[in-house]
């Protein structure tokens, strides 16, 4: 499956936040990077993480080669919701609340 969003992150900060979430969530190790993507790949599948800056936003976009049912595809979305819409937000998991899922 395929994901875009679009967001206020460099694209350093959106790559960061990939590889932070992604390997902290799932066995997944980095294969491949450079200044534009990198490439996670683990048990579960793998990922290709691009971004791209457009003006004043960065458009992300995560290529997995499972289903959209699979963890690595829960796992991709989960990424894509915690990076920045807008300049200056911040974003991480709620360590209060069940299941961890929550956004502060």
Excluded: N
Aim: charged content about 25%; proline content about 4%.
């Amino acid at each position: 499956m395929t994901y875009e969003r679009q967001t206020a992150a460099s694209t350093e900060e959106a790559l960061r936040i990939a590889e932070e979430v992604l390997t902290s969530r799932l066995p997944l190790t980095k294969q491949a990077g450079d200044h534009h993507g990198i490439t996670l790949s683990g048990g579960d599948g793998t990922v290709k993480i691009k971004a791209h800056r457009h003006g004043l936003a960065t458009i992300v976009t995560a290529a997995t080669d499972q289903l959209r049912t699979s963890r690595l595809d829960m796992d991709v979305q989960f990424f894509m919701t915690m990076l920045p819409y807008q300049p200056h937000e911040r974003r991480g998991v709620g360590k209060a609340l069940p299941g961890g899922l929550s956004r502060v």
